[in-house]
């Protein structure tokens, strides 16, 4: 009697699902979203059309997934370079610090941000690629809004001003960065454009800490009359 083999395992994938998208993800970021071909997105993750397509779906869903990717490292990156134990100026300079280092990054020469960079030019045509991007995008004003609401409770912003536009203010700015990054300004220049918007966001002028207004306040207060 013929001994029946054991059944045999399914294959290991050959491939990493973050590594493969991290690199798709730079392949179009490179080249955007129309002249990424899929022979480019195949070169770039070493796999095949078929295993791309099993993978990730066609080109389009495969971009929304880098869309998605890079929104989630962004939200995340954001946490870190706002650090709310910092003064909101030094907090600030740190991110577009980073943000720089970022958008001056790349194989081929400086590639800006991957939203403004690649899916503002496809959000025209494409409903479900402009979703993503303006749902990006909302989230990094979002994370600057809840920034600067802190900074006004804590006394970094005065009683005035308007978290949601500041955070519009400081949202246009990195958008600034980007586009000059990717067309060749130079680091100086670009570092400039970010204090200066350090400078409009915080004021030239170290505000007074509410907390100490309070304490005045307080000893006023208790004083005999």
Same mark, same amino acid.
């Given at each position: ?5 054991? !059944? ?15 690199? !798709? ?16 997105? %195949? ?20 971009? /929304? ?39 001056? &990054? ?7 941000? /991957?939203?403004? &960079? @690649?899916?503002? @030019? ?20 979002? !994370? ?19 978290? !949601? ?12 960065? %980007? ?20 400078? /409009?966001?915080?004021? @030239? ?17 208790? %004083?005999?009359?």
């Amino acid at each position: 009697m013929v001994q029946k083999e054991k !059944a045999k395992r399914g294959r290991p994938r050959a491939y990493d699902p973050e590594r493969a998208l991290a690199q !798709a993800t730079a392949a179009f970021w490179d080249a955007g979203f129309s002249a990424t071909s899929l022979d480019d997105l %195949s070169a770039a993750t070493g796999m095949n059309r078929p295993s791309l397509y099993g993978a990730f779906g066609d080109k389009r869903a495969l971009y /929304l997934k880098a869309i998605e990717g890079y929104s989630a490292l962004a939200q995340a990156a954001m946490q870190t370079a706002l650090p709310y134990e910092r003064p909101l100026r030094a907090a600030l300079s740190l991110l577009y610090e980073r943000a720089l280092s970022l958008y001056l &990054s790349g194989e081929h020469g400086a590639r800006g941000c /991957l939203l403004t &960079s @690649t899916a503002a @030019t496809e959000a025209v045509m494409d409903p479900d690629i402009r979703h993503a991007a303006r749902d990006a995008l909302e989230k990094i004003d979002e !994370a600057f809004a809840a920034r600067f609401r802190f900074a006004r409770e804590h006394g970094d912003l005065p009683a005035s001003a308007d978290p !949601a536009a500041l955070a519009k203010l400081a949202s246009a700015i990195l958008h600034t960065l %980007s586009l000059r990054a990717r067309t060749g300004a130079h680091r100086a220049d670009l570092e400039a454009i970010a204090g200066s918007g350090v400078d /409009l966001i915080c004021g @030239t002028g170290k505000p007074a800490r509410r907390r100490a207004h309070r304490r005045h306040h307080s000893t006023d207060a208790a %004083s005999p009359r």
